[in-house]
């Protein structure tokens, strides 16, 4: 079964990085999208970024666009956002997730294995 296990999340001052890592298991990584989802307390889960099976289309949303990047390495089966100019209203409980389709989705619904996630904190 496909299991997926972000790391890398932690408390880091406004205007600071983080990368986040996506470890999966189970199954090959090139089978995948892979999409980057983040909740905050009261909130909806959003997705923040996503990267198709090859890594050659990007998407991202409009609050994190030219501060985040997602990326793949299938040989590893590991995926990654990095996280730049981070802001406070960045401080979320980020969720990695995959998905067997043509190609990824800021939505949830093409997504099938989710990941438990990383509790990312940016602090003024």
């Known amino acids: 079964q496909t299991q997926l296990v972000e790391s890398g999340g932690g408390l880091v001052q406004s205007g600071g990085s983080l990368t986040l890592s996506c470890q999966v298991s189970?199954?090959?990584?090139?089978?995948?999208?892979i999409g980057w989802f983040r909740q905050a307390p009261g909130r909806e889960r959003e997705g923040v970024a996503c990267i198709s099976r090859t890594g050659d289309n990007t998407k991202y949303a409009d609050s994190v666009n030219g501060r985040f990047a997602i990326s793949r390495d299938n040989d590893k089966n590991m995926a990654s956002l990095q996280m730049s100019t981070l802001k406070p209203e960045d401080t979320a409980n980020y969720y990695c997730?995959?998905?067997?389709?043509?190609?990824?989705?800021?939505?949830?619904?093409?997504?099938?294995?989710w990941g438990q996630g990383t509790q990312v904190t940016v602090s003024s």
């Open positions: 997730a995959a998905g067997p389709a043509n190609d990824c989705s800021l939505s949830r619904m093409i997504y099938a294995y």
């Open positions: 189970g199954a090959g990584l090139h089978w995948y999208v």
